[in-house]
């Protein structure tokens, strides 16, 4: 039996975006002020609404299943110790004892025993090298931090909100973008990119569907590089 699915080309998902249209900065106030694009398709007809009106749309009985994973502070700085040149990682998962899968900017010279001396948010040597380890088939590389290095901390302590490539800052990105760019129900450290669509729900709008009857499963499955690269044929 055929699969119908392996004849769809990844270009039939392809549309225009003016990028003077893509929002680069959160919606100012409450999170729910956000737009809302509804689709009726009894009537095949458009609806532009507030977000907190999508309380409106869901039943009692409603299952809504919500991403709980929490984005980690997972982008770092640092520049090559054998030529200075600055480098940009991002680290996506824990693939053993000290050893990251990471994506690298620019990758292109990164090659195996390539040194990286991690910057601190002033853009100074930190003392934390990481090492290329190797290179996948898919462009991401194995990197080893130094020995008795706690990850975690050190992202906690030198780490940026890995922002996706269509939103542009100047500088770093803020204390502001670290609040915003997370749900309000996050729990679970993990993801490298946010479940954007939940980004609009506030606590009201949450305690708001409860009282109407509707309820919600929360889930974590973490939200991978996948989010941030484009896709592949």
Sequence with gaps: MSNPSSSIKTDAFDFELPQELIAQHPIEGARDQSRLFCYHRS??????????????????????????????????????????????????????????????????????????????????????????????????FHLRFSDGIDIMELLEKYGEIPLPPYIHREHAPSSNDSIRYQTVYAENEGSVAAPTAGLHFTPALMEALEKKGSSNCLCHPPCRSRHLQPRQS
Excluded: C, Y
């Design 43 to 140: 009537k095949q007809s458009i609806k532009h609404q507030g977000f907190q009106e999508i309380v409106s749309h869901l039943d009692a009985g409603d299952l809504l299943v919500m991403n709980n994973t929490k984005v980690i502070p997972s982008r770092l700085r640092g520049e090559k110790a054998q030529s200075g040149g600055k480098i940009e990682l991002l680290l996506i998962e824990a693939t053993g004892h000290q050893e990251w899968l990471a994506m690298l900017k620019p990758g292109k010279r990164a090659h195996p025993g390539t040194l990286i001396d991690l910057h601190d948010r002033h853009g100074e040597k930190s003392g934390v090298l990481a090492k290329v380890i190797d290179k996948t088939e898919s462009g991401q």
